[in-house]
């Protein structure tokens, strides 16, 4: 008798809302914090859709190429992570969490991102590290509270120009982009010019007291060719 091989692609079964409300916990700061992080699912269960009221969501390390529009419902999530999928675009609707604060996509596979990321105005970090991205869209420069962005291993050439609107950045992270040495210098040399700090003559190495001395004739011969 001969038998037929089994079906071995069968789709897995969406997760049931029982078994996603079982991985909910609540964080020592008291927040609900969904964990659906190495389920190895292929999208995004639309059982969450009744646990909208959640803090922090966790999708990492799964296989998701694609987030549906019902995002928008977590009006409330201030942490939204999705590393490590398979990621090739983000919705627009994902401008409708208003309340977010950490966002991060590293290791996927985004191209491009859709302009409704600036309107994450409570956002503080944005990591965007291990994509095929070779430019940001100018509305990033929107995201007045963003502390820390990461921008590494991916195709940037240049310093993305809306960096110089962010006047809450200290942090970002190129590394492993064929962007120059002398433009990432450049762009964040311009955040230092707005501090000074003031010290003695007699306070100063030899060398800086060179420096300066040199600087300030410079400055005194300016001003008397503009006299």
């Known amino acids: 008798m001969v038998y037929g091989k089994k079906n071995t692609n ?12 079982n991985c909910v916990k609540i964080t020592l700061d008291g927040k609900s914090r969904l964990d659906l992080s190495l389920k190895g699912i292929l999208t995004v269960p639309k059982s969450i859709q009744k646990l909208s009221d959640l803090d922090e969501v966790d999708l990492s390390r799964n296989l998701i190429r ?17 590393h490590s999928n398979y990621l090739e675009e983000l919705p627009h609707t994902i401008g409708g969490l ?9 290791n996927n596979r985004l191209e491009s991102l859709p302009d409704e990321l600036g309107l994450l105005k409570n956002l503080h970090s944005l990591n965007l ?4 991205l070779k430019t940001l869209p100018a509305s990033i420069g929107a995201l007045k509270e963003l502390r820390f962005l990461g ?14 609107r962010l006047l809450k950045l200290e942090r970002v ?36 007291l060179l420096k300066y ?15």
């Open 129 to 132: 590290g291990l994509n095929l």
């Open 66 to 82: 694609m987030i549906p529009d019902f995002i928008e419902d977590f009006i409330k999530i201030t942490v939204l992570d999705l």
């Open 151 to 164: 921008l590494s291993d991916n195709g940037f050439t240049s310093v993305p120009s809306c960096l110089g």
């Open 10 to 21: 069968k789709k897995k079964k969406p997760l049931p809302l029982k078994l996603v409300q």
């Open 213 to 227: 001395q040199t600087e300030m004739k410079k400055i005194q011969t300016v001003e008397e060719l503009e006299i």
């Open 173 to 208: 992270n190129l590394d492993g982009n064929p962007v120059m040495t002398q433009q990432i210098h450049r762009q964040t040399t311009v955040r230092t010019t707005d501090t000074f700090h003031l010290v003695r003559e007699n306070d100063l190495c030899e060398e800086c």
């Open 98 to 106: 208003q309340a977010l604060e950490v966002l991060n996509l590293c």
